[in-house]
């Protein structure tokens, strides 16, 4: 009877220890995870450049008129549906002031990589619930969305006086 009680609680110190050691073990793997899968914010949306394939703009301070001409005709086409130039909304925000708040880097990602930035990107993300519909692709290439930035900034000089206010 005594060796039996002995037995069971060599037993019972076997089960315990290696139940805690098991724990143990799958804590540190939790945490690891955890650590491993804690989403990083890319470096592109904490600089406020959006995501995409544009990562650097470089602007000249006087305005290329040729390019504002191309992009006009563009925004004509495919943007003026549901956007105005002022800062009147209609589908999506007015256009006036647009390169004081926004990165040109943003800007171009926003019209050459819609889908990517409404999903992920936080300030696109928060128009998204103020519009309430989602931009829709325009299949704009990155040459167009550089002339249609230069017809932005053209269009701000004119409506708000000042251009490139977010450019750092
Ligand atoms: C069917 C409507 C629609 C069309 C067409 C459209 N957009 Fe948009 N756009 C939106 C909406 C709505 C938003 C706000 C984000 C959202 O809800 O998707 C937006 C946001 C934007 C923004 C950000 C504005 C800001 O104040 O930060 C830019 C830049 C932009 N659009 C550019 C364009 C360009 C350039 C075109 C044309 C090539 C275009 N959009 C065509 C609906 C449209």
Known sequence: ??????FSLALFSILLFSCGSGNNESNDATSQNQEINEPEVPKSIAEGKGIGEITQVELSDEIDTGMVKMGKSIYDMKCSACHKLTDQRVVGPGFQGVTNRRK???IMNMITNVEVMLDQDPAAQKM???C?????NQNVSIGDARNILEFLRN???ETAGEKD???S
């Open 132 to 136: 309430l519909t989602r931009m829709p």
């Open 128 to 130: 998204l619930e103020e």
């Open 155 to 157: 269009n701000d000089m």
């Open 165 to 167: 206010g977010a450019t």
């Open 1 to 6: 009877m005594k060796n039996l009680t002995l």
């Open 104 to 106: 040109p880097e943003w």
